[in-house]
Every structure is written in structure tokens, then in C-alpha cells.
């Protein structure tokens, strides 16, 4: 840092300029609040990821599940934790890279934030993830890890429509194949 950055802020941070000045003291004293985490400091409590309509968070999702995401976000104001607000917190569910990325919505309760999402026709190890980072506040960063997986033997669909082609001509086939059975067994060359 160049000399004149110290002789400055020593200069801003002197009794004489803090009494002189009343707008100084007060930007002062909110750096030094933010400096020390008296103030602008951020935390989350009530990190929940489940399936619509349950409670808990499943051992593992299934791709194409419907996901509510939520966290309540809480700001210290130098005596207690109030409720944060803003309006661009994003929630990632990334593996290597963010297949969604989708802002959090201000819920009625204050401070408290939901997404909701299907998951991606992918599956893999994911992660939740909330990167927030605003001048004036602390950073939040927060990482949840959930497996995802694909849908069993019986959980597809029974027939796809697209795959009407296939299952025709494998019934013609086989009527074919009966008919050439029925001539070569009544066939009067035998």
C-alpha cells in the first residue's frame, strides 16, 4: 500500500477530524462496526431441502422430483439478530456445473427464503448451494450434498407413445410368424 493510504487513514480515524466533522464520526463509527462484525453480519438457520408435500429430506432424490428449498437468513444489528431482507439471494443445484440457478422468494415469515424446482433428467452427486456476497455485509456461503438417482426398472412408464413404431411392428412380426406357423402346419404338402 502507498505511504499516503496510512497517513490518511490516519488522518479520517484522528480525534481532530472525528469532533470536528459529525458525518465523519458516524461513517467512522460504521466502519468500525462492520470491521469488528458489530454490525452487517449475515447467518442462516433452518437449511431444508424436501420433496413436495413431505417434511424430511430423503436419503436420495429421484430425477424429476419436485424440490422445495428454504433457509431463513437472520442479520446482526449490533444487539440481536433481526430478520434479513433482500431480493437476490440465488440458490444453485449444481454437480460440476448449475444446471438451475433460481432466486430464493421472500416467503410471509420475514428473513425466511424457498425456492422450489424439478430436478434435471440428470443424475450424480448435486449440491445446494447459496453464494451471497453484498457490499456492506458479511459473505454467506452455504453447501448442502445430495445424491440424485434414476428412476428403477419400474418406475418408468409402462408404453411410450413415441414408441408406438416399435411395439406394432413387433405385433406384426409375430402375427407373421403365427400365420407362417398355422401354413406350414396345415399345409397340404406335407
Known sequence: ?????????????????????????????EITKWTFKER?????????????????????????????????????????WVPFQSNNVQLEFS???PYIR???????????????????DVYGVFSFKVDYFELGYSSLSLKTIQSVRPFRHDEYPRYIKTAYPYYT??????AGVFI?????????YN
Open 1 to 29: 500500500m502507498p505511504e499516503w493510504f496510512f497517513r490518511d487513514l490516519l488522518i479520517f480515524f484522528s480525534d481532530r477530524f472525528a469532533t470536528s466533522v459529525t458525518d465523519n464520526q458516524y461513517l467512522a463509527s
Open 40 to 80: 452487517g453480519v449475515l447467518r442462516a438457520t433452518n437449511i431444508s431441502h424436501h420433496r413436495v408435500g413431505e417434511k424430511e429430506p430423503p436419503l436420495l432424490y429421484t430425477i424429476k422430483d419436485e424440490i422445495v428449498y428454504s433457509v431463513q437468513i437472520e442479520e446482526y444489528n449490533g444487539q440481536n
Open 95 to 97: 454437480m460440476l456445473d
Open 102 to 120: 433460481i432466486p430464493l422468494k421472500a416467503n410471509k415469515t420475514p428473513g425466511l427464503y424457498t425456492a422450489s424446482f424439478i430436478v434435471p
Open 169 to 174: 411392428s413387433a405385433t406384426i412380426m409375430l
Open 180 to 188: 407362417l406357423f398355422v401354413f406350414l402346419l396345415f399345409s397340404p
